[in-house]
């Protein structure tokens, strides 16, 4: 890992308490392989973001924004809660996320 704690998760293990706010946690049976290349996708699309913003090209943004968002969702920290999933349907999200993020 990178060293850092893991911010606490919540009794049910569905969401991480970071500064007194709840958010969604990461689907924990995405696999350490797919969740790590899901997260490189995420940093990059959050760099991208940040650079359009810089620069005022609403265009790049909003598709650095849709890359961040497929991230997020194949994640599992949007779209439908991955503890309301099936395995099939979890596995389904990230690997659709993987082939739309491109790799």
Same mark, same amino acid.
């Given at each position: ?22 958010? *969604?946690?990461? %689907?924990? &049976?995405?696999?350490?392989? #797919?969740?790590? $290349? ?5 940093? @990059? ?8 913003? *810089?620069?005022? %090209?609403? &265009?790049?943004?909003?598709? #650095?924004?849709? $890359? ?5 969702? @194949? ?29």
């Amino acid at each position: 890992m990178n060293g850092k704690a893991s911010p606490p998760l919540t009794p049910d293990g569905h969401h991480v308490v970071i500064g007194g706010r709840r958010w *969604r946690a990461t %689907d924990p &049976a995405v696999p350490a392989g #797919a969740s790590a $290349r899901l997260r490189a996708h995420l940093m @990059a699309a959050r760099r991208a973001v940040a650079a359009a913003r *810089r620069t005022g %090209d609403a &265009a790049a943004e909003r598709v #650095a924004r849709d $890359r961040v968002q497929t991230a997020k969702v @194949a994640l599992g920290e949007r779209g439908v809660p991955w503890w309301d999933q099936s395995a099939e349907e979890r596995r389904a999200r990230w690997g659709e996320g993987l082939r739309a993020l491109g790799s």
